[in-house]
């Protein structure tokens, strides 16, 4: 099992930033592919960003490229997203996830085995 705590949501005005942690705990997190979801009200989830065990592979969806990096810590268990040059669109809540896979690279929200609670995050205009 791994519990997955995020934190850092709140809101924020647009062109604004914001720092989002996971920290995870139980099965070894350092194997494991992190990702960062979000869900607006209305809409499917989608996949936000991802990061390998080792951080040599990252994925990140067209909207938030050149704006969200994500990290990884694995000597602190957690996970980090930070989001810069916010806009009203990406008002949602946020969940990270963790995967578990012996290869390959995984980012589709599908793939995940652990979710946490989420964190909202509210741009305004």
């Known amino acids: 099992q791994v519990q997955l705590v995020e934190s850092g949501g709140g809101l924020v005005q647009a062109g604004g930033s914001l720092r989002l942690s996971c920290a995870a705990s139980?099965?070894?997190?350092?194997?494991?592919?992190m990702g960062w979801f979000r869900q607006a009200p209305g809409k499917e989830r989608e996949s936000v960003a991802a990061?390998?065990?080792?951080?040599?592979?990252?994925y990140y969806a067209d909207s938030v490229k050149g704006r969200f990096t994500i990290s990884r810590d694995n000597a602190k268990n957690t996970v980090y997203l930070q989001m810069n040059s916010l806009k009203p669109i990406d008002t949602a809540v946020y969940y990270c996830?963790?995967?578990?896979?012996?290869?390959?690279?995984?980012?589709?929200?599908?793939?995940?085995?652990?979710w946490g609670q989420g964190t909202q995050v509210t741009v305004s205009s």
């Open positions: 990061i390998s065990w080792s951080g040599i592979n990252i």
């Open positions: 996830a963790a995967a578990y896979y012996d290869s390959g690279f995984h980012y589709s929200g599908d793939e995940y085995h652990y």
């Open positions: 139980g099965r070894t997190f350092s194997s494991a592919t």
